[in-house]
């Protein structure tokens, strides 16, 4: 027999250990579960800058509206000395775009919002976003501009001046057609294409005036303007099919403003820049333009960087030294500049410093450059605001220094939705694996909320859009796809950057030219099948989840699995995509862009292989497909037209497998309405729980929001436990909390007799009292329990301050267990007195009832607030009065007199109700009741 290794059984178990040892710390957050809303109305930040000076920062914070059913952006100010922001705007008006002025003492923005009154806006019909000014010194916001159809793009580049496109007054033909109330449309109107030129303008501030700087009769989109106000660059579209058919590339211009001169730049080359940045003394512009291996095709590219020297017209290309490329977040410096590397699930930062013709580039070091999402810095001032965290670790803002390529004095500055304190979040970990062509395939694997280690559990593989796009090891929860959802229920959840994927460098992203399908399906079932592999994953208990590409690859995942993944024969329970194609022939000319995408990636148009677009089309294999399946649309997408949702969903109800269709109006392809957003998600949830979890879901059922059915069904979703309510962590169980006031969970029911038994292991709890609140409890207990919970968990438990008791005691229930109640009438003060006894008599096991019981308390008008239960009835409940505990509420034997005074509850009818989080003005940390 021939001798084993031993070295090498030595290092495949040290491997294995290892492997295990990782794993084991891929730990989730504990905290409450997720809802539909929780993921709906997320707050978000967006277009953050930097003065000049570094002094503030602006930004804009969006905020679902219920009453808008969209996002309300408000424009925020944050002074970084202090590291506060406020607000600068209100409405509901949608804005955009905000600039400081180059002294940093103003701000622009754009907004579509009514004039105030006595100043003339443009026509209404003819109306678009116009640049509205707020002076930092004082006064309200004001219009600056009043151009008809509004403003395109603008520019702040010297106080005096902001530079703008825009179209300008309609043609005479235009005006006829307007005069007759004909609305008809021409598709790519060559003619209305010409007469409706986006030009290049200068507006004077002090003066409000607009000069005309180009003469063009095309489409000037993204432009910038030398600081010395010398030279414009300018990406001009000439064709009004270029998107469809990407035949006709734009034309890169540099306008000499003093002369009028139009030069054209990369005449020679077919994929044109994408962005232009000045140097500050305007002597050179660096230029981020596309490269792909046959110029012209650029549905995959990688982003390269050229210099233009002025007035010489010099362009050079500057070496990165990194063959992923460019990943954007390009920052001017004093002697170079700064930017983002594609460096596949996370970017790479790295400062260029200017050597003679050549750059040098050192990627950036110290506090937090390991943990770098985004990195933007202020023009003259070493000041920088850092975006850090990973995809279990929600989004960190923070201001810092850069001196060379060091980072320090990291401070947060704004943390979104508090990094959702309180929330669940899944364990994350990126894993790698040997996927198509034998090529390393890179994914992020989510895992179950509650994982112990060697069990197997469900998947619901979530697949990215594009597909010339990633997936990023950054904390994500949307409509399109919610991770944490799905770990909630048990399930391991994994994203796959598969082949034609971006941020891998070209090859990478080229590799299905031609051959759509071919490679990803077999990255995303190798990734599947090492997830079995390494006894994480029932193979009998899988789902496809995505969006766009995404649901386009979910869907070929059914029908083209034997052609590109020959050996695997995975079975998948449910599938959800949204606005995914099935019949390529069709799309070629429905899609906005259906041309130039099925030309790059199946090869051709169909009029010339129409073999192969059947073969790809998923439509003429539906016989093949069993897995239930929701489909969603808008009714307005372009980019995959609304029709091959009917088109899936008619084949399947056909053929008899399970399927629904959600058509969403006046939707494009995502969706932008709350209420839309919000059903998505929550109907993408019951089919799973339905078809792949199997889980009882009443939710679809035509029950009353109220009613006793609707009440007992939720409650019966809380008792998780073998009937007994709370939040298993580990072993313990915890009382469930539910959002309070902003950043504050509070109990939903008072602390049960089998959660305080988790804590006094002798605590009698006969059968059937499980659910029953705990009672008996006096002030010292309350605080040693919540101490040790906080021991327990790490969590900031805490009892509830007076003043969160006494707005949680507001609201009213109709029905709670409280003296009125066991009497039928409201006593008088001396009846009170003698009947409290008899009540009392019965003992806390006659005279309460099981937490939940009752009615809850209403919370006003919102039918989405949450709900708590026995908060005037039961037991009362101790609360933290400042410098003592005192009892709160009413209880089984007590009633408020006819002055509305409470009496105080014997100590055997004594219980809590657990808060969590900061209390207002006070350093929760230190909270030791």
């Known amino acids: 027999m021939r001798p084993f290794n031993l070295s090498i059984i030595a290092l495949l178990v040290a491997q294995a250990t290892l492997a295990s040892a990782l794993r084991a710390q891929v730990q989730a957050v504990a905290g409450r579960s997720w809802t539909a809303d929780d993921v709906i109305m997320q707050e978000r930040s967006s277009g953050w800058q930097l003065s000049r000076d570094g002094s503030k920062a602006l930004w804009l914070r969006q905020k679902p509206d219920r009453e808008k059913d969209g996002s309300v952006a408000t424009l925020m100010l944050c002074d970084l000395g202090t590291g506060e922001s406020r607000a600068l705007t209100v409405g509901k008006v949608a804005i955009s775009s905000p600039q400081f002025s180059p002294s940093g003492s103003m701000i622009a923005f754009l907004t579509a919002r009514k004039f105030p009154d006595g100043m003339k806006g443009p026509e209404k019909d003819e109306a678009g976003s116009q640049i509205w000014l707020l002076d930092l010194r004082g006064g309200e916001a004001r219009p600056l501009t009043s151009i008809a159809f509004g403003v395109r793009g603008y520019e702040w580049v ?46 004077d501030v002090k003066r409000k005036k607009l000069t005309r700087l180009s003469q063009n009769d095309d489409q000037i989109g993204s432009f910038s303007v030398s600081p010395d106000e010398r030279f414009a660059i300018a990406l001009h579209n000439t064709d009004p099919s270029q998107r469809a058919e990407g035949n006709s590339p734009p034309q890169c211009q540099l306008h000499d403003l003093s002369s009028g001169q139009v030069t054209e730049l990369f005449a020679e080359r077919q994929n044109k820049p994408r962005a232009f940045y000045w140097r500050k003394d305007s002597s050179a512009c660096y230029i981020l333009y596309p490269y792909s291996t046959v110029d012209g095709q650029n549905n995959a590219t990688i982003s390269q960087v050229k210099e233009l020297r002025v007035p010489d017209l010099r362009l050079q290309d500057i070496d990165l030294s990194w063959e992923r490329g460019a990943a954007g977040e390009f920052t001017v410096t004093d002697d170079g500049f700064m930017l983002a590397l594609a460096n596949g699930m996370r970017p790479l930062f790295r400062r260029y410093l200017r050597e003679g013709e050549s750059y040098l580039g050192s990627d950036l070091s110290g506090e937090l450059s390991e943990e770098l999402l985004s990195v933007i810095k202020a023009l003259d001032d070493n000041r920088v605001i850092l ?47 040997q996927g198509a062509l034998d090529e390393e395939i890179e994914g992020l694997l989510y895992y179950p909320h509650d994982y112990q280690a060697g069990e197997r559990r469900p998947l619901v593989l979530i697949t990215h859009g594009g597909p010339h796009s990633a997936d990023r ?20 959840v994994l994203k796959t950057n598969y082949h034609g994927s971006s941020s891998y460098g070209l090859a990478f992203g080229e590799s299905i030219k031609g051959r759509y399908y071919e490679l990803e399906i077999l990255d995303m079932f190798t990734g599947i099948q090492k997830l079995i592999d390494d006894g ?50 069709s799309d070629y000319g429905n899609c906005a862009f259906g041309a130039s995408f099925d030309d790059y990636y199946l090869g051709g148009a169909p009029w010339e292989m129409p073999d192969l677009y059947i073969e790809k089309s998923p439509l003429f294999r539906v016989a093949t497909v069993d897995t239930p399946t929701i489909i969603f649309f808008g009714s307005e997408d372009t980019s995959v037209p609304t029709e091959q949702g009917w088109q899936w969903y008619r084949a399947l109800h056909k053929v008899g497998t399970p399927v629904r269709f959600l058509l ?8 932008r309405k709350l209420t839309h957003q919000r059903r998505k998600l929550v109907e993408e949830l019951e089919w799973f729980d339905r078809y792949l979890f199997e889980t009882a879901s009443e939710s679809a059922l035509p029950i009353k929001e109220g009613s006793l059915l609707d009440l007992a069904m939720k409650l019966r979703a809380v008792a998780r436990h073998d009937g007994v ?19 504050v969970a509070m109990g939903r029911f008072e602390v049960t007799r089998a959660q305080w038994r988790a804590y006094q292991r002798d605590y009698q709890v006969p059968a059937g009292t499980e659910n029953y609140p705990a009672q008996g409890i006096s002030a ?64 806390w096991r006659g005279a309460l009832w099981a937490v939940g019981s009752g009615q809850p308390s209403s919370r006003g008008e919102d039918p989405d607030a949450e709900l708590f239960f026995d908060v005037n009835g039961n037991v009362a409940e101790w609360v933290d009065a400042g410098d003592k505990l005192e009892l709160r509420g009413l209880s089984a034997v007590t009633t408020s007199d006819d002055r509305g005074e409470l009496a105080l509850a014997p100590t055997e009818f004594a219980g809590i109700r657990i808060a969590k989080g900061p209390v207002a003005g006070k350093d929760s940390s230190k909270n030791d009741r």
């Open 664 to 671: 969403f109006p006046g939707e494009p392809h995502g969706l």
């Open 536 to 585: 994480l994953v029932d193979q009998d208990q899988m789902g496809l989840v995505g969006w766009s590409n995404g649901a386009i690859l979910s869907i070929a995942a059914l029908t083209h699995a034997r052609d590109y993944a020959p050996g695997f024969d995975f079975k998948f329970k449910a599938c959800a995509p949204g606005a995914g194609d099935v019949n390529w022939t």
């Open 780 to 843: 010292a207990i309350a605080k040693e329990y919540v101490q040790w919970l906080r021991e327990q968990t790490g969590d900031d438990w805490r009892l509830p301050t007076a003043e969160e008791f006494a707005a949680l005691a507001k609201a009213k229930s109709s029905r709670e267990n409280t003296l009125e109640h066991w009497l039928g009438f409201t006593p008088s003060q001396q009846e009170s007195g003698e009947l409290s006894g008899a009540v009392a008599s019965l003992g």
């Open 725 to 743: 309510y709370g939040v298993l962590r580990g072993d313990l169980l915890l009382p469930e909390t539910r959002p309070f006031e902003e950043g």
């Open 473 to 492: 090891d950054r904390f994500s929860e949307r409509y399109a796809n919610s991770p944490n959802l799905y770990a909630q229920r048990g399930a391991f």
């Open 158 to 203: 010297v106080e005096e001046h902001i530079y703008l496109t825009a179209r300008e007054a309609l043609s005479q033909r235009e005006s006829a057609e307007k005069k007759r109330k004909d609305k008809s449309r021409v598709v790519e109107d060559e003619l209305n294409f010409r007469e409706s030129a986006r030009r290049l303008f200068r507006f």
């Open 387 to 433: 975006t850090t965290g990973s995809a279990s670790d929600p989004d960190h803002l923070l201001s810092a220094r850069l001196s060379g390529t060091k980072l320090s004095e990291a401070k947060e500055i704004y943390r979104p939705n508090g990094g959702f304190k309180g929330l669940a979040i899944a364990g994350t970990e990126i894993i790698k694996w």
